[in-house]
């Protein structure tokens, strides 16, 4: 998957988020363009549009002299940029008035005068404000946080990245919604404090855990301001370190092991798991190389007191397990699984219990199976092949 893309969990909530920004960017646009051209209105009509973070459906607005229509929704228009990367970036706290200007301009070709773009630019940002400043449910079961790298327009500069800080919220229903964007020179636990004492004061009291990557200092920032939180390192995350660690064809048998941990159903469970690794392997007995996570205290180390469901392993997760299954191993995510070989999930807040076939073989009575491997080559880090990360998907939470 394109490395600008978000992840699968944050997709679906940041492609609602930037089909609102753009539906609020078209009506300011209709609006100033009657002002400057005359005409009046005439209804909308439906349209799609395809941007980084999915498929987002548009009323466009319409003038009675069909004169009117939107630059960014031009066909075959050559966009340097992606619509929905813009979209995020403009309602980005953290954003000035003149990076809002740019962006605005952009979007809307620039057609307008100074004069008529600053006061477009006011209304769009007091939109952004109200998104930024909205009151938040005062309990979350889950709050992923991550950072993210988007492509956009500065003056001067042509296209930049610029580093976006995304926090998404699992609410107890299993609703999910953006919590925020936030617009930082770097990613760092100091910007992440700031980001979390915001989602305080807008009311987002308890969080039964924050699930992030392992940048250090996030966990005693999470802490500082939610005390009673637990925290995980995101598994992705983990896993793909994990793999990293050892040899290419080792890389199937690693996957295995690590699927047995991440999906069992409670914690001695998955404790068993680790403890089973074979000795003979680089990452059994003692040493269990694929099974520390630096940074993160590992997998098992925090979140799983009375937690048992989160150690179900995300959808991201299971497509990495995947792409390294021994042959004739059926595993959530793969192919076969979704044509039905691999059984139900449980229905108990447990973690999926999938067929192992060719794993016995796999370890050394028949031979091993070279694997192919999602880490960009023999050993060398990229980007995660299904996209996909934490937080964690349980029975009661999907």
């Given at each position: 998957m394109?490395?600008?893309?978000?992840?699968?969990?944050?997709?679906?909530?940041?492609?609602?988020?930037v089909?609102?920004?753009?539906?609020?960017?078209?009506?300011?646009?209709?609006?100033?363009?009657?002002?400057?051209?005359?005409?009046?209105?005439?209804?909308?009509?439906?349209?799609?549009?395809?941007?980084?973070?999915?498929?987002v459906?548009?009323?466009?607005?319409r003038d009675?002299?069909?004169?009117?229509?939107?630059?960014?929704?031009?066909?075959?228009?050559?966009?340097?940029?992606?619509?929905?990367?813009?979209?995020?970036?403009?309602?980005?706290?953290?954003?000035?008035q003149?990076?809002?200007?740019?962006?605005?301009?952009?979007?809307?070709g620039?057609?307008?005068?100074?004069?008529?773009?600053?006061?477009?630019?006011?209304?769009?940002?007091?939109?952004?404000?109200?998104?930024?400043?909205?009151?938040?449910?005062?309990?979350?079961?889950?709050?992923?946080?991550?950072?993210?790298?988007?492509k956009?327009?500065?003056?001067?500069?042509?296209?930049?990245?610029?580093?976006?800080?995304?926090?998404?919220?699992?609410?107890p229903?299993?609703e999910?919604?953006?919590?925020?964007?936030?617009?930082?020179?770097?990613?760092?636990?100091?910007g992440?404090?700031?980001?979390?004492?915001?989602?305080?004061?807008?009311?987002l009291?308890?969080?039964?855990?924050?699930?992030?990557?392992?940048?250090?200092?996030?966990?005693?920032?999470?802490?500082?301001?939610?005390?009673?939180?637990?925290?995980q390192?995101?598994?992705?995350?983990?896993?793909r370190?994990s793999?990293?660690?050892?040899?290419?064809?080792?890389?199937?048998l690693?996957a295995?092991?690590?699927?047995?941990?991440?999906?069992?159903?409670s914690?001695?469970?998955?404790?068993?798991?680790?403890?089973?690794?074979?000795?003979?392997?680089?990452?059994?007995g003692?040493?269990?190389?694929?099974?520390?996570?630096p940074?993160?205290?590992?997998?098992?180390?925090?979140?799983?007191?009375g937690?048992?469901?989160?150690?179900?392993?995300?959808?991201?997760?299971?497509?990495?397990?995947?792409?390294?299954?021994?042959?004739?191993?059926?595993y959530?995510?793969?192919?076969a699984?979704?044509e039905?070989?691999?059984?139900?999930?449980?229905?108990?807040?447990?973690?999926?219990?999938?067929?192992?076939p060719?794993?016995?073989?796999?370890?050394?009575?028949?031979?091993?199976?070279e694997?192919?491997?999602?880490?960009?080559?023999?050993?060398?880090?990229?980007?995660?092949?299904?996209?996909a990360?934490?937080p964690?998907?349980?029975?009661?939470?999907?």
């Amino acid at each position: 998957m394109d490395q600008d893309t978000l992840r699968i969990l944050l997709r679906e909530a940041v492609r609602e988020t930037v089909a609102e920004v753009l539906q609020t960017v078209l009506e300011l646009d209709r609006t100033a363009f009657l002002q400057v051209h005359g005409g009046r209105r005439n209804g909308y009509y439906p349209r799609k549009l395809e941007t980084t973070f999915g498929q987002v459906d548009l009323k466009v607005p319409r003038d009675r002299e069909s004169r009117y229509y939107p630059a960014f929704l031009k066909p075959y228009a050559r966009r340097l940029v992606d619509v929905g990367e813009v979209a995020v970036a403009l309602y980005a706290a953290g954003v000035s008035q003149r990076k809002a200007a740019e962006i605005l301009s952009l979007l809307l070709g620039h057609r307008y005068s100074h004069e008529t773009l600053s006061a477009l630019t006011d209304q769009v940002l007091e939109a952004a404000g109200a998104f930024r400043t909205r009151p938040l449910p005062e309990e979350m079961a889950f709050v992923y946080l991550d950072g993210l790298s988007l492509k956009v327009f500065r003056e001067g500069e042509g296209i930049v990245r610029e580093s976006v800080y995304v926090a998404l919220g699992i609410a107890p229903n299993g609703e999910r919604r953006v919590l925020g964007f936030w617009l930082l020179p770097t990613e760092s636990a100091l910007g992440w404090e700031g980001v979390l004492g915001e989602l305080w004061q807008r009311g987002l009291r308890r969080v039964l855990l924050f699930i992030t990557d392992g940048l250090p200092g996030l966990p005693e920032a999470i802490r500082r301001v939610y005390p009673q939180a637990e925290w995980q390192r995101c598994v992705v995350h983990g896993v793909r370190w994990s793999l990293s660690q050892v040899r290419a064809r080792d890389r199937g048998l690693l996957a295995e092991d690590l699927r047995r941990v991440y999906g069992a159903e409670s914690r001695e469970e998955a404790l068993g798991a680790l403890e089973s690794a074979p000795k003979g392997l680089p990452w059994g007995g003692e040493g269990r190389l694929g099974f520390a996570v630096p940074g993160g205290g590992g997998a098992l180390g925090t979140g799983f007191g009375g937690l048992p469901a989160v150690l179900r392993v995300p959808q991201g997760a299971l497509a990495v397990l995947a792409e390294h299954q021994p042959d004739g191993a059926v595993y959530p995510g793969s192919a076969a699984w979704d044509e039905g070989a691999g059984p139900q999930v449980s229905q108990g807040g447990g973690g999926i219990q999938a067929p192992l076939p060719g794993v016995r073989e796999a370890r050394g009575e028949v031979g091993r199976t070279e694997t192919k491997g999602v880490l960009g080559g023999e050993g060398g880090a990229g980007e995660d092949a299904s996209g996909a990360v934490c937080p964690p998907y349980t029975d009661s939470y999907t």
